[in-house]
């Protein structure tokens, strides 16, 4: 992966609000029983809606159980970010019928060698169960190890109302 502009100390306390969360999830659900993933935005400006949701395509060849970006869409992701001024603040992903931990497989991804590649991004893991979120955590790496905390369901149940 690309090193990005760090999003910096402030993103560590970026709350990403319930409806853009939603849009995640129902992507994630549409994508099961394959991992879904991609990332979430964040305009550095104020706009009126700063988050963009931008899903990737799963290029894992055991998409089942792994996802991960091709190295060209992640280039683009890159690239349109700089253009728009905006910050990558998260990376998302799917498990399908299994629990939302962080795994030994996402911790490796997302710092090999125990170093963060994506310092100040948040990785959000979401489990999918027949199609339908169950719960879901994210993780950011603080003070040397990644800290997982799992997102309330009233967080995102919500959005099966709609
Ligand atoms: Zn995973």
Redesign the pocket.
């Known amino acids: 992966m690309l090193a990005l502009r760090g999003g910096g100390p402030e993103a560590l306390s970026r709350e990403i609000p319930p409806e853009v969360l939603a849009r995640v999830m129902r992507h994630l659900e549409g994508t099961w029983p394959r991992e879904g993933c991609g990332v979430i935005l964040q305009a550095r400006a104020g706009e009126e809606d700063p988050w963009r949701v931008l899903p990737l395509p799963n290029v894992s060849p055991t998409p089942r159980v792994a996802?991960a970006f091709a190295p060209e869409a992640w280039l683009q992701v890159c690239r349109e970010a700089e253009a728009r001024q905006e910050a990558v603040v998260c990376v998302f992903?799917s498990?399908v019928d299994t629990a939302a931990v962080f795994?030994a497989?996402?911790r490796l991804q997302a710092a090999p060698e125990g170093i963060p590649l994506l310092p100040g991004v948040s990785y959000l893991?979401v489990a999918i169960q027949d199609g339908r979120v169950t719960s879901a955590s994210t993780s950011e790496w603080k003070q040397g190890d990644f800290q997982t905390v799992p997102i309330p369901a009233s967080d995102f149940r919500f959005e099966k109302a709609l």
């Open positions: 996802y992903h498990h795994s497989e996402d893991v």
